[in-house]
């Protein structure tokens, strides 16, 4: 498998190591989304966690969320994204590639996920730097 094979050179090698979706369809579609949720990431931890050895200390999960909503109304949000990419809300509240919600439980999110699978490196897009300032702010006050 392609995948198992990068992220064990990446454990082996690399100080950063990003989990990602799988993108062998070229597009974000069902496949993509299959490898976005929460068990697809546990098992794509549990590749680098096994090739690190000694490393594993060393080296900084990273993830891009790609379903950012800085909001007070998560239910709607979350509920909302789930029926525009067609999958259960719960997979939207469990996957770490999406952070829906208010500044203090998008402060726990991260906090539960980085104990979860070691996620300390969190990527979101350009467009969600404004909005997501409240949450920084946030995790710096724990």
Do not use: C
């Not at 509920?79 to 999406?98: K, R």
């Amino acid at each position: 498998m392609r995948l198992s094979r990068v992220l064990t050179i990446a454990a082996k090698q690399a100080d950063i190591v990003g989990i990602n979706a799988t993108m062998h369809a070229g597009r974000v579609g069902p496949e993509a989304i299959a490898t976005m949720t929460a068990d697809a990431v546990d098992d794509k931890v549990a590749i680098v966690r096994a090739a690190a050895g000694e490393r594993l200390g060393s080296i900084e999960m990273n993830i891009r969320a790609f379903m950012v909503n800085v909001t007070d109304d998560a239910r709607s949000a979350i509920d909302g994204v789930a029926g525009m990419i067609g999958v259960d809300s719960s997979m939207i509240e469990q996957t770490p590639f999406a952070l829906i919600g208010p500044p203090s439980k998008l402060a726990e999110d991260l906090l539960a996920r980085r104990e979860r699978w070691g996620i300390s490196y969190i990527i979101v897009g350009a467009d969600d730097i404004e909005s997501f300032a409240p949450v920084v702010a946030e995790l710096a006050g724990r």
